[in-house]
T-cell receptor
Framework: AQKITQTQPGMFVQEKEAVTLDCTYD???????LFWYKQPSSGEMIFLIY??????QNATEGRYSLNFQKARKSANLVISASQLGDSAMYFC???????????????FGAGTRLAVHP | NAGVMQNPRHLVRRRGQEARLRCSPM?????VYWYRQLPEEGLKFMVY????????ESGMPKERFSAEFPKEGPSILRIQQVVRGDSAAYFC?????????????FGPGTRLLVL
């Protein structure tokens, strides 16, 4: 069965520093998608970044980058120049092949709570 | 361009009542997904629908829960005879297609509290 593991329940970082949030996954499917979402205290789920299993380069979106190591089955999120507004829960997710043959459901990790200190 | 809309944002029900949660996908999106988030946990998939069809309901409890996405109007997640364990945040997401790289965009969620 496919699985996402986030081993860091909580992380602290000083403002303006970089931080890496860990995510490992397990799948036997050769084609998959990996996503990171941010959930601030207000509760909404905000899409941050996507990495496809066949993408040659690591994904980047502004201050977010994804350190994708396929052989290790890891997809760590790197946030550069942390800001106070980055304090939130961060979820790693994988697109799972569904019954219909298409990729539909996302499976989520347990999340990492990031606190950015001034 | 409005995002995914969910209402109500907060819902309080007593045990045994029915809860009805609504979701309007983003414009141009015909794929809808429902997820449940228990306190301090990640989201868990419940059901995937396209217009008038349930494609995958493998994550939805067999009893008391049902979902629909009619030809016209929002998708509805219905919970009958709610129990305290149903208290959770219910998120709806939508996407344009079901490809592996297709991003699901989430609504703000409905927080259900069962007294």
């Amino acid at each position: 069965a496919q699985k996402i593991t986030q081993t860091q329940p909580g992380m602290f970082v000083q403002e303006k520093e970089a931080v890496t949030l860990d995510c490992t996954y397990d799948t036997s499917d050769p084609s998959y998608g990996l996503f990171w979402y941010k959930q601030p205290s207000s509760g909404e789920m905000i899409f941050l970044i996507y990495q496809g299993s066949y993408d040659q380069q690591n994904a980047t979106e502004g201050r977010y980058s994804l350190n994708f190591q396929k052989a290790r089955k890891s997809a760590n999120l790197v946030i550069s120049a942390s800001q106070l507004g980055d304090s939130a829960m961060y979820f790693c997710a994988m697109r799972e092949l569904g019954f219909s043959g298409g990729y539909n459901k996302l499976i989520f990790g347990a999340g990492t709570r990031l606190a950015v200190h001034p | 361009n409005a995002g995914v809309m969910q209402n109500p944002r907060h819902l309080v029900r007593r045990r045994g009542q029915e809860a009805r949660l609504r979701c309007s996908p983003m414009k141009g999106h015909s794929h809808v997904y429902w997820y449940r988030q228990l306190p301090e946990e990640g989201l868990k998939f419940m059901v995937y629908l396209q217009k008038e069809n349930i494609i995958d309901e493998s994550g939805m409890p067999k009893e008391r829960f049902s979902a629909e996405f009619p030809k016209e109007g929002p998708s509805i997640l219905r919970i009958q005879q709610v129990v305290r364990g149903d208290s959770a945040a219910y998120f709806c997401a939508s996407s344009k297609s079901s490809g592996s790289g297709e991003t699901q965009y989430f609504g703000p969620g409905t927080r259900l509290l069962v007294l």
